[in-house]
């Protein structure tokens, strides 16, 4: 019972970090700006390692569109 808790959570993470990435690539130009502090880091320096960890999803395309609207902002 327990190996089948853990798949559940790793197929959570990795369809929360594809709805995040998908939320993020189609970020809205005007209003409210993502902050390091929506992504759960202290500091900017830190937003690289939350960006590489959506980076694990096949698809590049949301990606780069995630990359360009914090290079942006």
Same mark, same amino acid.
């Given at each position: 019972?327990?190996?089948?808790?853990?798949? =559940?959570n790793a197929v959570a993470v990795l369809y929360?970090?594809?709805?995040? %990435?998908? +939320? $993020?690539?189609?970020? !809205?130009?005007?209003?409210?700006?993502?902050?390091?502090? =929506?992504?759960?880091?202290?500091?900017?320096?830190?937003?690289?390692?939350? %960006?590489? +960890? $959506?980076?694990?999803? !096949?698809?590049?395309?949301?990606?780069?569109?995630?990359?360009?609207?914090?290079?942006?902002?």
């Amino acid at each position: 019972m327990c190996a089948m808790k853990q798949i =559940h959570n790793a197929v959570a993470v990795l369809y929360a970090r594809q709805l995040l %990435l998908s +939320l $993020l690539a189609d970020w !809205p130009d005007a209003g409210h700006v993502v902050t390091a502090e =929506h992504l759960g880091c202290s500091a900017s320096h830190l937003v690289p390692y939350a %960006l590489d +960890l $959506l980076n694990r999803v !096949p698809s590049p395309e949301p990606f780069s569109k995630v990359c360009f609207v914090f290079v942006l902002n």
